[in-house]
């Protein structure tokens, strides 16, 4: 599988620079752009959830300062916030807690402030650990999918009605991550040591990938869809990421970006490169312009000072977002 040079300009190789970071007392597990690019949420283990302003100028040249919060909500769960994330129309914040809850809060971007009461859903019987909604127009934009510990299923809830759709079940693991594509697909990893892919039109899964290519394999913290639907990468508990292709049905290749589980993987807008950040400390990005059997060249683009949580790309910048339990997250650009 070859891919070839676009139009996301070859920035592998410049500096990536911390720009704004947000300290909180606790760790920070999870951060999401609004799909416009203008906010971010965050999520972190004090139960405060913030959105922050994303700077109408990238400063490369000097200290990284704090972000300007928008919006902050003290004890908005009752235990630590796990996953956060934005619907597609950007009016719709969601947060998963071990409190067992998902919430949905209504949100208006011009005032930057809840518009309503959260909506409170309550299927999760164990810590919820990540959370999407599915995108396009075929679902309306608001039907939500969630999953974590207890039952190990997937839950698919309306949020438009405030309703329950579906249960999925399959893991025998607890399930660390979703992703969707396509409007009806979801990729979850899981414990157990697989990727299950799942169609929402038939409600079912439709394809199990274990990750036992090299040994026993290992549980999946990570799953990301790059955008043409083609190739999942995971990011797994024993340091090494998958690529694997979609539509052949194969494993690309395993590699070890990491010396320590990998807990974030994400493709950047134009697909270009694989954004991962470990426990290790280190965010490191792959590039994936070139023949993906061969050896993929890596670089460091940021760091903290202790375990790397999550990251995520800006949905048209070649900034990300990365959160860690040094109680920090971190928007890096690159330096031009």
């Not at 592998?12 to 799909?35: I, M, N, Y």
């Not at 597609?88 to 809060?105: E, I, W």
């Not at 075929?138 to 839950?155: K, P, R, T, V």
């Not at 061969?294 to 460091?300: G, I, M």
Request: with cysteine.
């Amino acid at each position: 599988m070859t891919r070839t040079k676009g139009t996301e300009e070859d920035k592998s190789k410049t500096k990536f620079v911390a720009v704004s970071t947000l300290e909180d007392t606790q760790a920070v597990r999870a951060v999401a752009f609004h799909p416009s690019g203008a906010f971010y949420a965050v999520g972190s283990n004090s139960k405060t959830l913030r959105v922050c302003a994303y700077p109408d100028t990238l400063d490369t040249s000097g200290a990284s300062k704090p972000p300007v919060v928008r919006f902050k909500r003290n004890k908005h769960h009752k235990g630590s916030i796990y996953c956060v994330a934005w619907s597609p129309c950007g009016q719709l914040l969601a947060t998963g807690s071990n409190d067992k809850y998902v919430k949905v809060l209504p949100f208006n971007t011009e005032s930057c402030n809840a518009t309503g009461p959260d909506l409170e859903f309550s299927m999760h019987d164990g810590t919820i650990r990540d959370l999407a909604f599915m995108e396009g127009p075929e679902s309306g934009g608001s039907i939500l999918i969630s999953a974590g510990a207890g039952d190990c299923n997937i839950y698919t809830t309306d949020c438009q009605r405030g309703q329950g759709l579906h249960a999925l079940s399959g893991h025998t693991g607890h399930i660390l991550s979703l992703y969707t594509w396509g409007g009806w697909m979801i990729a979850s990893g899981s414990q157990d040591k697989t990727v299950r892919f799942w169609d929402l039109r038939v409600p079912s899964c439709v394809r199990v990938v274990g990750t036992a290519f090299h040994g026993s394999g290992s549980p999946v913290a990570s799953v990301a869809v790059d955008p043409s639907g083609r190739l999942l990468a995971t990011g797994q508990e024993d340091s090494a990421c998958m690529l694997y292709d979609i539509r052949g049905g194969r494993m690309v290749q395993t590699y070890r970006p990491h010396l320590s589980d990998v807990r974030s993987v994400r493709f950047s807008p134009g697909a270009h490169y694989l954004l991962t950040g470990s426990y290790d400390t280190k965010v490191i990005t792959t590039d994936l312009q070139g023949d993906l059997t061969k050896q993929l060249p890596l670089t460091t683009v940021g760091q903290h000072s202790d375990k790397v949580i999550q990251c995520r790309w800006h949905p048209q910048h070649l900034s990300f977002l990365s959160s860690s339990a040094d109680r920090t997250v971190t928007l890096w650009t690159h330096n031009t």
